[in-house]
C-alpha cells in the first residue's frame, strides 16, 4: 500500500526558505504516469494545490506561488521536495504531500489520489 | 479561478440517516472533473470521489456523488459513526484546481 511521510522543519523564520521532503514507501515514483505534489491548508484560505512534478521532470506550479516555489524529485532515493523561499506569516500552514493523478495529456487536470499525513510549518521569528 | 461553494457549512445528523452535501461552482466544471474528500480531526484529507461520481478505491456504496455543470451532490445514504468528518470539493477542470471551503458533518 503507497504511503508518503512528509519530513522538515516546523519552525521557520520569516524570509528564509522552507524545504520539505516526502518519502515515498510501497511503491515507485519512477515509471508511472503519477506525479508528485504537495498541497497546504490554512484555516482562514483552507486547501490551496503548490505544485506537481512528473518522475521525468515535467513541472506545473500554482502561478500565486510559482516565483517563489521548487519542486524536485530523486528517483534513487524515491522521494521528491518542496523549496519555498521568501516565507512570511502567511505560508504558516500544514503542508500535504500527494500523489497526483493527471487527466489526459499533460497534467494541468489532476485530482489527489494518496496523502501524506501532513506537516505543520509555522513562519515566525 | 473556479470558486466551489459548499452548502451547508455545518450538518448534524444521526447515525443511519441520509446526509446530502452540496457543491456550487461559479462557472461550469467541464467534463465533470469534480471530486470529493473526506478529512478526519488530525488527518490528511482523503480521496472518496472522482469524476463527479465515480467511487476511489475501497470507498464503501453508501458513498455517491452526482450533479454535473455547476451543481454537485455528495451523498451519503446511511451514516456510520466513522462518516461524522468534514467533506471538501475540488474543480480539476481548470488550473489552478480549487477546493470548496468544507462541510462539517457533525453527529446530532
Known amino acids: 500500500q503507497l504511503q508518503l511521510q512528509e519530513s522538515g522543519p516546523g519552525l521557520v523564520k520569516p524570509s528564509e526558505t522552507l524545504a520539505l521532503t516526502c518519502s515515498v514507501s510501497?511503491?515507485?515514483?519512477?515509471?508511472?504516469?503519477?506525479?508528485w505534489g504537495w498541497i497546504r491548508q490554512t484555516p482562514g484560505k483552507g486547501l490551496e494545490w503548490i505544485g506537481h512534478m512528473s518522475y521525468t521532470g515535467t513541472t506545473y506550479y500554482n502561478p500565486s506561488l510559482e516565483r517563489r516555489v521548487t519542486i524536485s524529485i530523486d528517483t534513487s532515493k524515491n522521494h521528491f521536495s518542496l523549496r519555498l523561499r521568501s516565507l512570511t506569516a502567511a505560508d504558516t500552514a500544514v503542508y500535504y504531500c500527494?500523489?497526483?493523478?493527471?487527466?489526459?495529456?499533460?497534467?494541468?487536470?489532476?485530482?489527489?489520489?494518496?496523502w501524506g499525513q501532513g506537516t505543520l510549518v509555522s513562519v515566525s521569528s | 479561478e473556479i470558486v466551489l461553494t459548499q452548502s451547508p457549512g455545518t450538518v448534524s445528523l444521526s447515525p443511519g440517516e441520509r446526509a446530502t452535501l452540496s457543491c456550487r461552482a461559479s462557472?461550469?466544471?467541464?467534463?465533470?472533473?469534480l471530486a470529493w474528500y473526506q478529512q478526519k480531526p488530525g488527518q490528511a484529507p482523503s480521496l472518496l470521489i472522482y469524476?463527479?461520481?465515480s467511487r476511489a478505491t475501497d470507498i464503501p456504496d453508501r458513498f455517491s456523488g452526482s450533479g454535473s455543470g455547476t451543481d454537485f451532490t455528495l451523498t451519503i445514504s446511511r451514516l456510520e459513526p466513522e462518516d461524522f468528518a468534514v467533506y471538501y470539493c475540488?474543480?480539476?477542470?481548470?488550473?489552478?484546481?480549487?477546493f470548496g471551503q468544507g462541510t462539517k458533518l457533525e453527529i446530532k
Open positions: 475540488q474543480q480539476y477542470a481548470t488550473s489552478p484546481c480549487s
Open positions: 500527494a500523489r497526483v493523478h493527471p487527466i489526459g495529456v499533460g497534467a494541468t487536470r489532476y485530482y489527489f489520489e494518496n
Open positions: 469524476g463527479a461520481s
Open positions: 510501497g511503491g515507485s515514483i519512477s515509471g508511472t504516469y503519477y506525479y
Open positions: 462557472q461550469s466544471v467541464s467534463s465533470n472533473y
